[in-house]
């Protein structure tokens, strides 16, 4: 699971070979919020973000999970419900979802009640990426929720992901605030050289290829990997642990 926090406007995808910020405006080299975008007030809204696997017969547990979390927004990843609705899931919660006609991977945010009515815009952009904007008394800010592709699928279908996600990044107007959350299927490792800026050091293990991505695009777009600033046990850092490895 992946949460990004936008810190300025960039101008590079991950692809490229331009990954510096063009802005102006010194740089703590801690990861943190710079000039270009408007900062969210200190506890605007509580947001999280979780791969749930499937939906199915499990929205009441979802939407009960989130208010005993006190969670305003939160975004889904391999939701697996076809179509592209909405729909009530009960405890003041409602989901606003995309899969698209296979019921393959799929992708949805969950909206409180509280701010429901503040819901301007809705993209749908594929199975694995939507946003949701919400007009919120400190600006406009974009809920991205994103599902990279998982370790077996094609390198064709991690590049159009990417591709996908920083036509969504470009999108956005500099003075709007973003939220990236998801699963971005990557490791990103303990080792931070030459990444100071966006990576907190809280991780486990050694990066890999899709981490690299990860981190590239961190980079391309000025933002914080909020995960890795916060100190935890190796057990509450891993989802997958077998044989003495854990990722």
């Known amino acids: 699971m992946d949460l990004f926090t936008t810190t300025t406007q960039a101008w590079a995808s991950p692809g490229s070979d331009a990954h510096c910020p063009r802005l102006s405006g010194a740089s703590s080299q ?31 547990e979802l939407a009960d999970l989130l208010r005993r979390r006190r969670v305003h927004v939160a975004s889904l990843q391999e939701t697996r419900w076809k179509g592209a609705k909405a729909k009530d899931l009960g405890d003041g919660y409602k989901l606003l979802y995309n899969v698209g006609v296979s019921g393959r991977n799929g992708v949805g945010i969950v909206i409180c009640d509280e701010l429901k009515d503040k819901v301007v815009d809705v993209q749908r952009v594929s199975n694995r990426l939507m946003l949701v904007k919400l007009d919120m008394k400190e600006g406009l800010v974009n809920i991205v929720s994103a599902y990279a ?24 107007p500099a003075q709007e605030q973003v939220l990236v959350l998801g699963d971005l299927n990557g490791h990103l490792g303990v080792a931070r050289t030459g990444y100071e800026r966006v990576h907190g050091g809280h991780a486990i293990g050694n990066r890999n290829q899709e981490g690299e991505e990860v981190l590239a695009f961190a980079l391309a777009y000025d933002m914080a990997l909020t995960n890795t600033y916060f100190k ?5 850092l891993a989802t997958y642990s077998s044989g003495g490895i854990k990722t």
């Open 149 to 172: 592709p998982q370790g077996g699928c094609s390198s064709e279908d991690k590049a159009d992901f990417w591709q996908l996600l920083d036509g969504v990044m470009q999108s956005v």
């Open 30 to 60: 801690q990861g943190l919020p710079r000039n270009g975008r408007a900062r969210l007030k200190k506890q605007a809204f509580r947001v999280a973000t979780l791969n749930i696997g499937t939906l199915t017969g499990r929205g009441r």
């Open 232 to 236: 935890k046990k190796d057990e509450q």
